[in-house]
């Protein structure tokens, strides 16, 4: 009796054990969209949110998780294991990353211009507004394959954009990421199939220039 009571706690304290380790592994949550999955339409379409958000994305976090555990970078920061990994584990960290700067840089209240010193900054850069979006655009769509087009800053607030294949972010190059368009088909092909060039020109009326300002 005594036995079967020993090894009856011994089931428990070990099951409520393992309960704790999973739950510190679940260290990287899927981020929360500002904004109803139909929010930002017709601009990005309710589908193309689900999929992309609850779908595609929390797989790239479950991935993450799943890849850190008992490696140094189980209580690393994302950027950290963006910097420092590779392979696998950086396609999947990069994407959690580019994905989590993505999804809250938009707002069904969008659109318009940047504003102080981000303005200037674009302005001191590519001339106007307009010709950055030009420039943007255009890295977008020249880009072969799966990848990211990025506005991003160096240490100094001098602002570029870069073009980055794949998972690729430009905090590898030491860079602070401002803005990021996802041209990976999976991001527009629900709503504009094979027309990533409509697609581009139309995420600027979703962009919330405030939240890009504050990563400024
Ligand atoms: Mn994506």
């Known amino acids: 009796m005594i036995t079967l009571l020993v090894s009856l706690l011994l089931l428990i304290t070990n099951s409520q054990a393992k309960a704790d380790t999973n739950e510190n592994f679940m260290k990287f949550e899927l981020v929360k969209l500002p904004y109803a999955v139909d929010g930002l339409e017709p601009v990005i379409g309710k589908s193309t949110i689900e999929f992309h958000h609850g779908k595609h994305l929390q797989t790239y ?7 850190i555990q008992g490696t140094k970078f189980e209580n690393a920061d994302l950027e950290t294991i963006v910097r420092e990994s590779d392979g696998v584990l950086f396609n999947n960290a990069g994407q959690v990353l580019n994905h989590n700067l993505y999804f809250t840089q938009f707002s069904p209240k969008g659109g318009g211009q940047p504003s102080g010193k981000l303005a200037e900054a674009i302005n001191a850069a590519w001339g106007s507004f307009e010709n950055f979006q030009k420039e943007f655009e255009a890295a977008g769509v020249s880009l072969f394959g799966s990848g990211w087009v990025w506005l991003a800053a160096d240490k100094d607030g001098k602002l570029s954009i870069t073009k980055e294949a794949n998972a690729g972010n430009p905090v590898t190059k030491g860079l602070k990421p401002l803005l990021g ?36």
Not at 61 to 67: D, G, Q
Not at 181 to 191: G, K, N
Request: glycine letters at 0%; aromatic letters at 18%.
């Open 61 to 67: 976090v479950n991935n993450l998780n799943n890849l």
């Open 181 to 216: 368009f996802d041209v990976w088909e999976h991001a527009y092909y629900l709503d504009y199939q094979n027309r990533r060039a409509d697609h581009l020109k139309e995420l600027w009326k979703i962009v919330d220039w405030k939240a890009v300002e504050a990563r400024f």
